[in-house]
């Protein structure tokens, strides 16, 4: 069961250049995307409506793609405009087209009914171009299913157990939990580390020998993170009783934003950044944030290896036992929201949202 009335995140915008013609698989759906002419992207069902053969290894033929198989046309609506060696083109010569956007660096598409796509409903993030990060990205694909992955992120305390080798924090983050908020269509997750080992990424940028460290970040349908994280001076918790802290300049500041796609439901695609801001005291450079983003590759191969394991022993017994801890907390609260969705979806009664399957 996936949520279809929402937002996910099928590409970064600079994986869909003028003649690309790129092939996503969403929630089981096969979809091409392509740009038009006047440089915004179009989504059409990855499907000939003749004997189904992908478009996506067609032609794009202006705002149009050709299926290269028996040369039907289509338009960026998804109507067949063309069939070769006939003149009546019939009404159901059609394949489906969703509504789509391009936001933050990354191309949106919307899965469910047309008429309720609100663009409002795209989750916050920071572009790439935003002049106060210098970001670096990527992604991967999982074979797992995307609820492991959004687990995953729900739980920083795996970074003590795996990732000693790539961030290199220290064990507080398996003991200190995070204070966890409920969202309509998340959970926020905010966290203070006091006196903390300088972790791997920002290594060499700072005298200090430990930090106070703050991150917090918002967690929202169907798998969107953006995480802020700063480090301050000793005693800069006390100082903030535990609160966020304000009007203060960080020794170091960074951003992250993540999306977590499922393409089926054994595969998913986890798409990442990461960015320090450019007015920390510690400063910012090429240099840093091409050091941040090998840190996060290594550590997201780490996360790889363990989701997969995971999600092959959960193949082979998927009633096994699994006893909550506490930590658990937000990842649990997040599964509840997106639980909730779900349902209320499949039932229009409960909800106003009508679905098209
Ligand atoms: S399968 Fe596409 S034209 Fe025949
Ligand atoms: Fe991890």
Redesign the pocket.
């Known amino acids: 069961m996936y949520l279809r009335n929402c937002w996910y995140v099928a590409a970064w915008n600079y994986e869909i250049e003028a003649d690309t013609l790129l092939a996503r698989t969403i929630i089981n759906e096969p979809l091409v995307f392509f740009r038009k002419e006047d440089g915004t992207v179009a989504a059409l069902q990855d499907r000939?409506?003749?004997?189904?053969?992908p478009?996506s290894i067609?032609r794009k033929e202006g705002d149009a793609v050709?299926?290269?198989?028996?040369?039907?046309k289509f338009d960026s609506s998804g109507k067949c405009v063309e069939?070769?060696g006939q003149d009546a083109i019939p009404p159901q010569a059609c394949v489906r087209s969703f509504p789509v956007t391009e936001r933050y660096s990354w191309v949106w598409v919307w899965m469910g009914d047309p008429a309720l796509a609100d663009e409002n409903l795209i989750p916050p993030a920071v572009a790439h171009d935003d002049p106060n990060w210098i970001f670096r990205s990527g992604s991967i694909e999982y074979a797992a299913n995307y609820q492991l992955v959004n687990d995953n992120l729900l739980d920083f305390s795996h970074l003590t157990f795996l990732h000693p080798n790539s961030f290199g924090v220290g064990s507080d983050w398996a003991h200190i939990r995070p204070k966890v908020t409920r969202l309509e269509r998340g959970v926020r997750v905010e966290r203070w580390l006091p006196n903390q080992p300088i972790p791997n990424h920002i290594r060499g940028v700072t005298d200090c020998e430990l930090l106070d460290l703050w991150s917090h970040y918002d967690y929202l349908v169907p798998g969107v993170m953006v995480m802020y994280s700063s480090s301050y001076p000793q005693g800069t918790l006390d100082k903030f009783n535990g609160g966020a802290p304000t009007g203060i300049q960080p020794i170091t500041s960074d951003v992250t934003c993540q999306a977590i796609t499922p393409c089926g439901d054994e595969q998913s695609r986890y798409f990442f950044s990461w960015a320090p801001n450019v007015h920390a005291q510690a400063g910012c450079s090429d240099e840093l944030a091409d050091g941040m983003i090998a840190i996060a590759r290594m550590a997201f191969e780490e996360d790889r290896l363990m989701i997969e394991s995971q999600a092959h022993n959960l193949k082979m017994a998927p009633n096994a036992k699994q006893v909550a801890i506490a930590f658990d907390n937000a990842l649990s609260q997040m599964r509840w929201v997106l639980d909730k969705l779900i349902k209320e979806e499949a039932q229009p009664q409960l909800n106003s949202a009508s679905v098209v399957a």
């Open positions: 000939c409506c003749h004997r189904s053969a478009l067609g050709r299926c290269m198989y028996h040369g039907l069939i070769p």
